[in-house]
């Protein structure tokens, strides 16, 4: 069996800069619990439900004022297909 044959092809991703606010919509007008944050072409991290609820909502952070970059984690593995 290949990646190809049970990834995901249609995925949301999200940019550095792009609010907290509108990621937890993404994740939950998707259904998912994560999205890849990319820098152009290039995935530099991921953020999962958990890093909002431990990195923001935990730490007492403004989620108002919360960037996708803020509370991702920056090492992602990928893959080709």
Do not use: F, H, W, Y
Not at 9 to 24: A, M
Not at 31 to 48: A, E, F, L
């Amino acid at each position: 069996m290949k990646i190809k044959d049970i990834m995901t092809n249609n995925v949301v991703s999200v940019k550095l800069e792009t609010p907290i606010t509108e990621v937890t919509k993404i994740i939950k007008d998707n259904n998912v619990g994560s999205v890849p944050v990319c820098d152009g072409q290039r995935v530099v991290g991921i953020v999962t439900d958990r890093d909002i609820v431990l990195r923001g909502i935990a730490m007492d952070k403004d989620i108002n004022t919360l960037k996708a970059k803020d509370v991702m984690t920056a090492k992602v593995t990928t893959v080709d297909s």
